[in-house]
């Protein structure tokens, strides 16, 4: 395996000799290919020449029995085998202009314009090898070949306009107003815009509030990422649980008042009529079809945010480097882009959550599977696709506190101390799987799918600093609230497993030679604390991007400008 990238940037900038307007303009070109050499491949069609010639594959290659230790010479063994390379390469080139200034002054101040354009195009290519491409390999499921582009012409522009300044009650109001147009290969035109508006009634404390209507186009990896074949685990049916097969005997689904309906849709779905009743699945791992959707569409959401930031103007010693801030925002989102797993798709379709009530085989996502002549699942689609909504709200806190130990009576020597605390608090985040589907709280949870993630109710990290001359040193503690398996919602699931409150502890230190060399060593997650595991993620039963699974780790650093 190898990887080969290099990025070639250049631009200009000026003044237009007109106000304080200015220009920028820049290009860049990016290329990274990459080679993946997989080795471990059997070719079916060499073993079975060698599996039925008639003396054993002897003069082929040596001789070749599969049965037994030994059995297999070096010769079959290499007669059989087969490497492959598969190539990836992605470019992107990127042309962008600028300008800047004052159009004119009003009482509080200057109204100020910038509008720019930018044109990109990204592009990938991936080549599977021409062994992958067909039936023949035993060892990796079969590959085609996946090449697509997105190119992007936009135009975008941001006005800034000063309304009130030192004025009663109006220390300054400004009102902040964007709007951008871009038009995309893939999904056509689409448009964004934003207005916010900051008021300060006194020059201690700053009140801001917006909305913006953002808009984010599927990427390439989204659009064109190569469909392969897998398999996914679909768990074991039983009673007081939802994963399995649903129409196994031996599931909840196959009780209760929806009984009939589920035998139904069964038969519906290709279970033979004749074993339904007796019907088992053969395993707890389905066939499943992933990748990306070139058939995408662009994601849309809309923001409300409301906050404010104090700063007391006050020389008071403890009141010098306070500052406080306190955020709520609002946000809603459609058509997500997202995969969902083979338990919600399977489960659905069964009404696990409503989406299906009549039972109805044509339902979406009945339509995401097949069965096969002995009633097993097999060919689950789970390729990206719009997902509905999501609907998320909650509160940023952040703390800046610091003081000289000299206030406190100390020598002047003494050093400083800087305290900085930052708290999030979710209050909801919603899913909604498809139009029509009910939504489902996710705050306070961890796995699942609808792109999985971590939603804990409450984050906070506290940084404690000590500063004394070139020396400095940060005791930083990373909190993150218990969470509940997403597999229990909106049914309880008794193999599900939830996390419990996580906390980890750093020390970072650092030592100032001079203004241009600095020298930092420190150590993460001192405490060398595992990460908690749980059992809807089941590639590694952990999440790397929300926990520590490096364990303690210790670093050196020299930072030199010249």
Not at 96 to 112: H, Y
Not at 172 to 195: C, E, F, H, P, V
Request: hydrophobic share 40%; net charge negative.
């Amino acid at each position: 395996m190898w990887d080969e990238t290099f990025q070639i940037v250049g631009g200009l900038r000026g003044d237009f000799g007109f106000k304080d307007w200015k220009w920028d303009v820049y290009a860049s070109y990016g290329e990274m290919n990459h080679t993946e050499d997989q080795h471990g491949n059997v070719s079916r069609a060499a073993m079975r020449e060698l599996t039925f010639a008639a003396d054993g594959g002897k003069a082929i290659c040596g001789g070749f029995n599969i049965f037994g230790a030994g059995k297999v010479s070096p010769g079959c063994a290499a007669y059989i085998a087969r490497e492959v390379s598969n190539d990836t390469k992605i470019q992107q080139t990127v042309l962008e202009g600028f300008v800047t200034g004052s159009i004119f002054d009003l009482p509080a101040g200057a109204v100020k314009f910038s509008a720019g354009a930018q044109y990109r195009k990204d592009q990938f290519d991936y080549a599977p090898d021409a062994l992958l491409q067909g039936p023949d390999l035993v060892g990796f499921n079969p590959a085609v070949p996946v090449k697509g582009d997105i190119s992007s012409k936009e135009i975008y522009g941001e006005l800034l306009i000063p309304i009130l300044s030192q004025a009663p009650l109006a220390y300054s109001l400004d009102l902040s107003l964007g709007g951008r147009i871009a038009d995309y290969n893939t999904t056509g035109t689409i448009s964004a815009y934003k207005a916010d508006l900051t008021w300060r009634p006194v020059e201690s404390l700053m009140l801001r509030g917006g909305y913006q209507r953002a808009v984010r186009a599927p990427n390439i990896a989204e659009l064109f990422s190569p469909q392969s074949l897998g398999f996914s685990g679909i768990g074991t049916p039983g009673a007081g649980t939802t994963a399995g097969d649903p129409c196994d005997v031996r599931s909840s689904f196959r009780t209760g008042g929806a009984a009939a309906q589920v035998r139904a849709l069964c038969i519906a779905q290709g279970v033979p009529a004749g074993i339904v009743d007796t019907y088992n699945q053969a395993s707890t791992q389905v066939e499943i079809l992933g990748g990306g959707n070139p058939g995408l569409s662009e994601e849309k959401s809309d923001s409300y945010t409301l906050g404010a930031v104090w700063a007391p103007r006050i020389d008071a010693p403890f009141l010098r480097r306070l500052s406080v801030s306190l955020d709520y925002y609002k946000i809603e989102l459609e058509d997500v882009v997202g995969s969902l797993s083979v338990q919600t798709i399977v489960g659905e379709c069964f009404n696990t959550g409503g989406a299906n009530p009549s039972f109805d085989n044509s339902n979406f996502y009945c339509q995401q599977f097949k069965r096969i002549g002995n009633g097993n699942i097999t060919g689950v689609l789970t390729t990206q696709v719009n997902l509905a909504a999501w609907k998320t709200s909650g509160i940023d806190a952040q703390v800046d506190w610091g003081f000289d130990l000299a206030d406190l009576g100390l020598p002047e020597s003494a050093g400083a101390f800087d305290l900085n605390l930052v708290v999030s608090k979710l209050e909801s985040f919603e899913k909604q799987a498809r139009p029509g589907a009910p939504f489902l709280e996710s705050a306070g949870t961890i796995g699942g799918d609808l792109s999985g993630g971590a939603y804990p109710e409450w984050k906070s990290t506290l940084s404690a600093t000590y500063r004394v001359g070139p020396a400095k040193a940060t005791l930083r503690w990373r909190h993150i609230a218990a969470m509940q398996d997403f597999r229990s919602v909106p049914v309880f699931s008794p193999t599900a497993v939830d996390t419990p409150d996580y906390d980890l502890f750093d020390v970072v230190g650092s030592w100032s030679f001079d203004e241009r060399v600095t020298m930092r060593i420190g150590v993460n997650n001192v405490g060398d604390k595992d990460p908690p595991f749980y059992t809807s993620y089941s590639n590694s039963n952990t999440d790397p991007s929300t926990y520590d699974v490096l364990g303690r780790r210790f670093f050196v650093g020299l930072n030199a400008r010249f």
